[in-house]
């Protein structure tokens, strides 16, 4: 198979779809890779090291997509992109399809063969093509909220580990999943106060096992979500309900009773967000003030540490590409059901459930575009 890698466009956005090493897990195997000029050149990964894992560098990302039978990349589909996808056509990348009609119709007019990483499933449950940029993503939540206390910031001006004689900031995390933890981890490391909120009891009892008295686990619902936020310095959203819009826990009515100059980090704006009052913002201009509140919403947040990134994603997501372009789509997913959970949009229908619920579309299950 001929697999083509553009170079990511999207504001700030350095990741790439394949490594070096990921090209020669494909050309090893007897797979052409094409992959355009400069694609990794941002993240230290110059086009020599690709040519020397066997690929062949091309100019532009017309001729990506023109030659390539499978599209790998990053981000969803930008709208010049989506316009030189065919019919039949592999991409398989990030979508994020439910709070995006624009994208999801483009998709469908396109005919192609649209894979999701963040609907994909693993053995042993979970989204594991998902999990690696979640893990990023918590990390980093926890960095961006604490730079924006600052006061050049917009923040009240507070140091989320306090010092001896001044007390910590008080850390709210919405979510106990992957993101969830993956903050909580970091947060527990600055010294701050913790207060985790999630819906599973189980998973409340094994970061208590884990963490004891280092924080404190609230049972999730609308009276403990609004007491936690209003006495929060910080509030991290990583609520995720896999391939659908996230829900609005955190209301404009709660934000407005929050501490000024307090801080808000909302991981699942790509699935439209979990606070009331986010809007998708950008690493150049990463935040808004709403009722004294600070928003961060960066929609690709894991691309400030793109090098780190794109290699924690590769690890994920070559298995797949390396049975795609393999087998074919096909026949790569009737052997695979968890590969088969990623296709989102097949041959202009949609063919994952909560995304048709979501935009109005009449729903093809992916088994039955396999043939």
């Known amino acids: 198979m001929i697999v083509g890698v553009p170079k990511e466009i999207k504001n700030n956005e350095f990741r790439v779809g394949l490594t070096p090493p990921s090209v020669r897990e494909l050309t090893s195997r007897g797979h052409q890779v094409l992959v355009q000029k400069g694609a990794g050149l941002e993240i230290g990964l110059p086009d020599e090291q690709y040519v020397a894992a066997g690929a062949a560098i091309v100019d532009s990302a017309k001729e990506v997509f023109a030659r390539a039978e499978m599209v790998v990349k990053v981000k969803e589909p930008q709208p010049e992109e989506c316009a030189m996808l065919r019919p039949g056509q592999i991409l398989y990348t990030y979508l ?12 469908v007019r396109s005919g192609a063969v649209c894979i999701a990483y963040e609907t994909i499933t693993g053995a042993g449950g979970g989204l594991p093509l998902l999990a690696p940029m979640s893990e990023v993503a918590g990390r980093m939540a926890i960095q961006a909220g604490a730079a924006h206390l600052e006061k050049s910031k917009g923040g009240m001006g507070l140091l989320l580990g306090g010092v001896p004689g001044v007390a910590a900031g008080h850390v709210v995390i919405i979510g106990a999943g992957v993101v969830g933890t993956n903050a909580l981890q970091m947060a527990v490391g600055t010294g701050a106060r913790v207060t985790v909120l999630d819906k599973s009891m189980e998973r409340l009892r094994q970061l208590d096992l884990i963490f004891g008295n280092r924080i404190s686990t609230q049972y999730s619902n609308a009276h403990s979500i609004e007491e936690a936020v209003l006495s ?10 896999p391939g659908a819009a996230a829900p609005k826990l955190v209301t404009r009515d709660m934000i407005s009773k929050m501490k000024p100059g307090a801080v808000v980090v909302d991981v699942a704006i790509d699935q439209g967000g979990c606070f009331e009052t986010s809007h998708a913002t950008t690493h150049a201009d990463p935040t808004f003030v709403l009722d004294g509140v600070v928003h961060y919403c960066v929609a690709n947040m894991p691309g400030a540490v793109a090098r780190t990134s794109t290699f924690a994603l590769n690890n994920a997501t070559i298995g797949h590409a390396v049975a795609l372009a393999s087998k074919g789509w096909r026949q790569a997913m009737r052997d695979d059901p968890h590969l088969k959970n990623g296709l989102n949009v097949c041959e202009g229908k949609v063919t994952y459930q909560a995304v048709a619920e979501a935009l109005k579309y009449d729903y093809v299950p992916a088994e039955s575009m396999l043939g």
């Open 96 to 107: 994020h399809l439910a709070p995006d009609p624009e994208q999801t119709a483009a998709l």
């Open 232 to 241: 929060a310095d910080l509030v991290i959203g990583g609520v995720l309900v």
